[in-house]
């Protein structure tokens, strides 16, 4: 049993469509990784540097176009606290990465079959 041209013409734009989105995708994906790799790289020499300094050392954070005096304990749970918050983004970018290659891996296998 053999598949009318319109029918085969129209599967094939929706498999080419799926994969072209998924394409996209993943390069946006990709770079929203490198922004949080960059981020988390930020964080982490932001930290050591704190760690480094002296206890009685005042900290300044800047909070729009002025610096407020915050205790370095703070400082650090902050951080601490930024730095699982993109962990757990990294993760889910992962996962979405993941999702998205399987999409587009499946579209160009139902193209190849299709052809």
Do not use: C, W
């Not at 930290?47 to 400082?75: D, N």
């Not at 990294?90 to 139902?110: A, F, G, P, R, V």
Request: charged share 30%.
């Amino acid at each position: 049993m053999s598949i009318p041209n319109e029918a085969l013409q129209k599967i094939l734009i929706e498999i080419e469509q799926k994969a072209s989105f998924s394409q996209q995708q993943i390069s946006i994906v990709k770079s929203q990784m490198a922004a949080k790799s960059r981020e988390s790289r930020m964080l982490q020499l932001t930290a050591k540097e704190v760690e480094s300094l002296p206890v009685e050392t005042k900290v300044y954070e800047g909070v729009g176009k002025m610096f407020i005096e915050t205790p370095a304990p703070a400082v650090k749970k902050r951080l601490q606290s930024e730095t699982e918050g993109l962990k757990s983004d990294m993760t889910n970018l992962e996962k979405k990465l993941h999702y998205l290659e399987t999409t587009y891996k499946n579209s160009i296998d139902n193209l190849e079959q299709l052809l």
